[in-house]
T-cell receptor, first 116, second 117 residues
């Protein structure tokens, strides 16, 4: 089955620094990748949709300059949290899809970000 | 705008018994998918079952089945013969189809299910 690898699984960083999270589709080409944020015991909220070779589409209320998304290849999308602050601490999850029929099937294992 | 509501924050069930998780949604769309996801303590999101709105037949996957009532906009998940490994948070989700399909999933608040031995 399709596998999506997300790295790192957890990271602690100092306030004001930037952190990059990678999402890779290991055995398929992902035309679209999605980035979600999840607070403890809460639901997932879509942050942005990333299509290979084009700019990401951000959801309303998500700061584009704070959360930089790059989808440079069909197997890799990255989320960079810039100038991180404690309120950015959260669980970030990516999802990847081959095509429209594949939407919703495969998620990465998530990244727990703690900003101190 | 679409919304998904799960009104049961927590539920518990005895091992081997059956439990039903509720989900209602609101949409003016006619063409969409509905999903149930499982998120165990590892926090890996796992697709449990998917239902296409145009299909009247309820989807089933082994011990998991849904009761899809399109007119009532209800999409409940039944877990039969509950196992300890079913302990997880369960999310109901909606995705619009058609020309405006962006793959965006709208999630409910989640239901934490505990299976007791």
């Amino acid at each position: 089955g399709a596998v999506v690898s997300q790295h790192p699984s957890w990271v602690i960083c100092k306030s004001g620094t930037s952190v990059k999270i990678e999402c890779r589709s290991l055995d398929f080409q992902a035309t679209t990748m999605f980035w979600y944020r999840q607070f403890p015991k809460q639901s997932l909220m879509l942050m942005a949709t990333s299509n290979e070779g084009s700019k990401a589409t951000y959801e309303q209320g998500v700061e584009k300059d704070k959360f930089l998304i790059n989808h440079a290849s069909l197997t890799l999308s990255t989320l960079t949290v810039t100038s991180a602050h404690p309120e950015d601490s959260s669980f970030y999850i990516c999802s990847a899809a081959r095509d429209r029929e594949d939407y919703g099937y495969t998620f990465g294992s998530g990244t727990r970000l703690t900003v101190v | 705008a679409q919304t998904v509501t799960q009104s049961q924050p927590e539920m518990s069930v005895q091992e081997a018994e059956t439990v039903t998780l509720s989900c209602t949604y609101d949409t003016s769309e006619n063409n969409y998918y509905l999903f149930w996801y499982k998120q165990p303590p590892s926090r890996q999101m796992i697709l449990v079952i998917r239902q296409e709105a145009y299909k009247q037949q309820n989807a089933t996957e082994n011990r998991f089945s849904v009761n899809f009532q399109k007119a009532a906009k209800s999409f409940s998940l039944k877990i039969s013969d509950s196992q300890l490994g079913d302990t997880a948070m369960y999310f109901c989700a909606f995705m619009k189809l058609g020309s405006g399909n962006t793959g965006k999933l709208i999630f409910g608040q989640g239901t934490t299910l505990q299976v007791k031995p």
